[in-house]
């Protein structure tokens, strides 16, 4: 499975921006897609995840009620998933990565993507 990420930039606090990723490759074997985040001099963290039949969403508490994440699964296999971020804050500024973790030929993987920034100006 092969991740790429668009969508990232520079914001106002106060500001939102969407997030997409979209996926190829064997993505039927995609079981739960989620995003990952880096800010600066920290280390990498998990923002949310989501199930690929797009139930089952969870998220960090420190992006509850501002993010939300959502999967295209057209015929039952994901296409993309959307991370729709509001009321940014400064705090929020990182590099972004999308994950796809599934079952494939007899072993687990977690392919990510090669990320996107996100910088939100106060």
């Known amino acids: 499975v092969q991740l790429v990420e668009s969508g990232g930039g520079l914001v106002q606090a106060g500001g939102s921006l969407r997030l997409s990723c979209a996926a190829s490759?064997?993505?039927?074997?995609?079981?739960?897609m989620g995003w990952y985040r880096q800010p600066p001099g920290k280390q990498r963290e998990l923002v949310a995840t989501?199930?690929?039949?797009?139930?089952?969403?969870?998220?960090?508490d420190s992006v509850k009620g501002r993010f939300t994440v959502s999967v295209d699964n057209a015929k039952n296999t994901v296409h993309t998933i959307d991370l729709q971020m509001n009321s940014l804050k400064p705090e929020d500024t990182a590099v972004y990565y999308c994950?796809?973790?599934?079952?494939?030929?007899?072993?687990?993987?977690?392919?990510w993507g090669q990320g996107t920034q996100v910088t939100v100006s106060s």
């Open positions: 490759g064997v993505t039927s074997s995609i079981k739960t």
């Open positions: 994950t796809a973790q599934g079952y494939y030929l007899g072993s687990n993987y977690m392919a």
């Open positions: 989501i199930a690929s039949s797009g139930g089952s969403a969870n998220y960090a």
